[in-house]
């Protein structure tokens, strides 16, 4: 059936303004730079590379600095093998022993790490490791009519006699409440603290713990800190994309998706009764919920309870609690655009039921690509 989840292909990564606190311009990756290092302090190396490390989600490259009579290494961080791959970038694109110049930013905790913003090899002053901003696929297909199944229900994957493809570069980036307009980047931080109140009905709490978030550059995010699971409509934001499974024979979905730990959860469509499962079990992690679907005309509709609050949600970091409820409705109005929409009711968190949508394009003929999760680097 439909898409296997293994070769490579290479997604959007899109240079972000990170403008809180009057922020610099930099490169997306696994977590937001400005988390980890200081654009308020900018640095310049010349040294020796002593070892490319080649690892999501960031690649590193060792450098040994002459300072002041003595020698100081200092690790370089870079995008993730993704990036740099879709960028044209190998693992031989530098190597042991060239010389370079770096610049970029410091780590905050003082730690002789830096932010990448520019590599030069200085044999030739060739830039290297630079990332382009990837564009969604263009095809004559992406108008065309939703391919169906025999009995007529729109298909959520490849057409008939087609395998791979995937949904991706969503029109939104983060969890926000249709009809409000705010400014925010494309990991959720907004342009603006003073709008925070703007994105979602808060309880009290949440928005203070919203904003904390916020001010703090999303560095608590559990996915980016222990490489936990991200859930819900996160999984539909995320940059490196979604896969809708169908077996209609088992009569479930399962959605798979590209960025963080690579998982995935299952949607059941066999008329089970929506029960909750307050303590998991092996098919129903309390990280995904218990899901629960069934056609109305075109669109299918997925309602969602069991969730623990141990993972963020949305990008930019909206709280929840263990009431959190979803209900998605899916629908592929053509062929290449998915319609995502979700009423969030969680009454522990939000002053009332909220909704937010958005599309996503279709890659055809292609597979999730290939990035594992790792704490290669504290």
């Known amino acids: 059936m439909g898409s296997n989840i293994t070769a490579a292909v290479a997604l959007r990564r899109v240079a972000a303004a990170f403008i809180l606190a009057g922020l610099g311009t930099l490169a997306q990756a696994h977590h937001v730079p400005a988390a980890k290092f200081d654009t308020a302090q900018p640095r310049e190396l010349h040294g020796k590379v002593s070892k490319v490390d080649w690892l999501n989600p960031h690649v590193h490259l060792f450098v040994e600095v002459e300072e002041g009579g003595s020698t100081t290494s200092w690790a370089v961080e870079l995008e993730s093998t993704v990036d740099l791959r879709r960028s044209g970038w190998t693992s031989s694109t530098v190597k042991s022993g060239d010389l370079i110049t770096v610049r970029g930013t410091v ?31 263009r095809y004559a297909d992406a108008t065309g009519p939703t391919p169906r199944w025999p009995d007529g229900t729109p298909r959520l994957g490849p057409p008939a006699g087609k395998s791979g493809g995937y949904w991706a570069f969503p029109s939104e980036v983060a969890l926000v409440e249709d009809g409000v307009s705010v400014a925010m980047d494309s990991h959720g931080l907004l342009s603006s603290i003073e709008e ?20 703090n550059f999303l560095k608590d995010d559990p996915m980016f800190l222990d490489c936990k699971t991200q859930a819900g409509p996160r999984i539909f934001q995320r940059p490196l994309g979604v896969v809708l499974l169908e077996e209609p024979e088992h009569r479930r979905i399962r959605n798979f998706w590209g960025d963080g730990n690579q998982n995935w959860r299952t ?26 679907g069934a056609w109305e005309g075109d669109t299918l509709v997925i309602d969602t309870v069991g969730f623990n609050d141990s993972f963020w949600f949305s990008n930019g970091g909206l709280p929840h609690t263990p009431q959190l409820h979803l209900v998605e409705r899916y629908s592929r109005p053509v062929f290449g655009t998915l319609h995502y929409e979700v009423t969030i009711d969680d009454p522990g968190t939000y002053t009332r039921p909220w909704k937010a949508s958005w599309d996503l394009v279709w890659v055809p003929d292609a597979e999730l690509p290939v990035y594992y999760c790792q704490d290669n680097r504290p």
Do not use: C, M
Not at 202 to 214: C, E, I, N
Not at 269 to 279: F, M
């Open 267 to 292: 949607i059941f469509l066999d008329g089970r009764e929506q029960t909750g499962l307050p303590d998991g079990n092996a098919e129903d992690p309390l990280y995904w919920g218990h899901a629960v």
């Open 107 to 137: 780590a905050r905790n003082g730690s002789r790490q830096l932010w990448g913003d520019e590599v030069i090899l200085d044999a030739s002053g060739q830039r290297v490791f630079t990332v382009k901003a990837a564009e969604p696929p």
């Open 196 to 215: 925070a109140a703007k994105v979602a009905p808060f309880q009290p709490w949440a928005l203070d713990l919203y904003k904390y978030r916020q001010l």
